[in-house]
């Protein structure tokens, strides 16, 4: 049902860079084609072969609209223009030890350790609303809230369903499976994000070597960013090792596979390497604000590899836990696990002790590029 919405004023889009970049050629998974089973299962395919090749994908006729997305813009605006006092009420107690729902301040890596530079990322995070947490935000946030659940819910009725029921088809699964083990009024980290990446001067880009965020790959099922102009975002390819930028298209979402799916399907699903670098010239004067989700898997499931006919076949049976003998985690351990090492303060970029860390007994993590 429509929430009322309060007024935000509007939010404008900065134009697309027009250099001529090195653009990944992705696979768009178009989901009118849900309507009939015959498109069901073409769409299947499409989606698996998405995530086995490129890992990152777009998404079309997900059913919501471009004003609401512009209205999460639009708060995620006004919650940025916020002085940084206020913002700072909101950061989570145990943030060094992977709590990661409120705000998360920038300067907590140093990128540069010549000149001392540190990131200028700045992160806003708000959990499901399922009733397991407690929601308490700046008043541009707390008065929206309604909307906002409303937007987050969509996403997963009208985004997440369709793309997990489309897995389970592809996997020869019950259409149901990955539905089951992600259902949105049991407890999980998902969380909607609104995300600021402050401009650096041409200077100070040079400097941090035009990288704004290492490789690295996301620790959930999914991740959806919804689109923004300012090109940055570059993902790895898997066979050339090539890095690519991810072209903004009108009217989509770029998705893109996680951890979770990858341990569930023993590396069938590839959790696909992306960084942030500097924009091109004609955008490196803006700053850089993202809306994303993070889907992942309920709590309490454990991390093992899915019987399924397809993994099977393809000797895709063991997950690196499992090839190693080593327990494997539940969704809760490996999200803190992983988000500890994420949130460590005054990481010094290049320490090797941090960027191959063991975070979990069998498994350690590494960045990449």
């Given at each position: 049902m429509p929430v009322p919405v309060p007024e935000l004023g509007s939010f404008d889009f900065v134009p697309e860079t027009k250099e001529n970049l090195d653009w990944a050629d992705l696979i768009t998974v178009d989901l009118n084609l849900l309507r009939t089973p015959e498109g069901k299962k073409?769409?299947?395919?499409?989606?698996?072969?998405?995530?086995?090749?490129?890992?990152?994908?777009?998404?079309?006729?997900?059913?919501?609209?471009?004003?609401?997305?512009?209205?999460?813009?639009?708060?995620?605006?006004?919650?940025?223009?916020?002085?940084?006092?206020?913002?700072?009420?909101?950061?989570?107690?145990?943030?060094?030890?992977?709590?990661?729902?409120?705000?998360?301040?920038?300067?907590?890596?140093?990128?540069?350790?010549?000149?001392?530079?540190?990131?200028?990322?700045?992160?806003?995070?708000?959990?499901?609303?399922?009733?397991?947490?407690?929601?308490?935000?700046?008043?541009?946030?707390?008065?929206?809230?309604?909307?906002?659940?409303?937007?987050?819910?969509?996403?997963?009725?009208?985004?997440?369903?369709?793309?997990?029921?489309?897995?389970?088809?592809?996997?020869?699964?019950?259409?149901?499976?990955?539905?089951?083990?992600?259902?949105?009024?049991?407890?999980?980290?998902?969380h909607l994000r609104y995300m600021k990446y402050s401009k650096?001067?041409?200077?100070?880009?040079?400097?941090?070597?035009?990288?704004?965020?290492?490789?690295?790959?996301?620790?959930?099922?999914?991740?959806?960013?919804?689109?923004?102009?300012?090109?940055?975002?570059?993902?790895?390819?898997?066979?050339?090792?090539?890095?690519?930028?991810?072209?903004?298209?009108?009217?989509?979402?770029?998705?893109?596979?996680?951890d979770a799916l990858s341990f569930l399907t023993g590396g069938y699903v590839r959790s696909t390497i992306h960084r942030v670098t500097s924009p091109p010239k004609d955008q490196e004067h803006v700053d850089r604000l993202g809306l994303l989700y993070f889907s992942r898997p309920n709590n309490q499931v454990v991390l093992k590899t899915v019987d399924s006919p397809v993994l099977q076949r393809e000797g895709y049976t063991k997950n690196s836990f499992e090839e190693s003998g080593n327990p494997v985690p539940t969704m809760e351990e490996w999200t803190f696990a992983k988000q500890k090492w994420q949130r460590t303060k005054n990481v010094v970029r290049g320490d090797p002790s941090y960027e191959t860390a063991q975070i979990l007994p069998g498994h350690n993590e590494k960045l990449y590029g």
């Open positions: 073409e769409l299947a395919q499409t989606l698996i072969k998405a995530v086995r090749e490129d890992g990152f994908f777009y998404v079309k006729n997900f059913n919501i609209s471009q004003e609401r997305v512009n209205r999460q813009f639009a708060i995620g605006k006004r919650l940025y223009d916020l002085p940084v006092e206020e913002k700072l009420k909101y950061v989570p107690e145990g943030l060094d030890d992977g709590q990661f729902n409120g705000y998360v301040p920038a300067g907590r890596r140093i990128l540069d350790p010549v000149s001392g530079l540190k990131d200028r990322i700045e992160v806003y995070n708000i959990p499901k609303f399922n009733g397991d947490f407690a929601h308490a935000h700046p008043s541009v946030v707390q008065d929206n809230l309604p909307e906002i659940e409303e937007f987050a819910r969509s996403l997963h009725s009208e985004v997440l369903d369709p793309l997990h029921e489309l897995l389970a088809v592809a996997l020869e699964l019950p259409e149901d499976y990955f539905t089951n083990i992600h259902k949105y009024e049991v407890k999980s980290e998902d650096y001067t041409p200077d100070e880009n040079q400097k941090i070597g035009k990288l704004w965020v290492r490789g690295h790959t996301d620790l959930g099922s999914w991740t959806l960013l919804f689109r923004q102009p300012v090109a940055a975002l570059q993902i790895q390819n898997h066979k050339t090792g090539e890095w690519k930028y991810v072209k903004p298209l009108d009217a989509t979402l770029t998705v893109n596979a996680c």
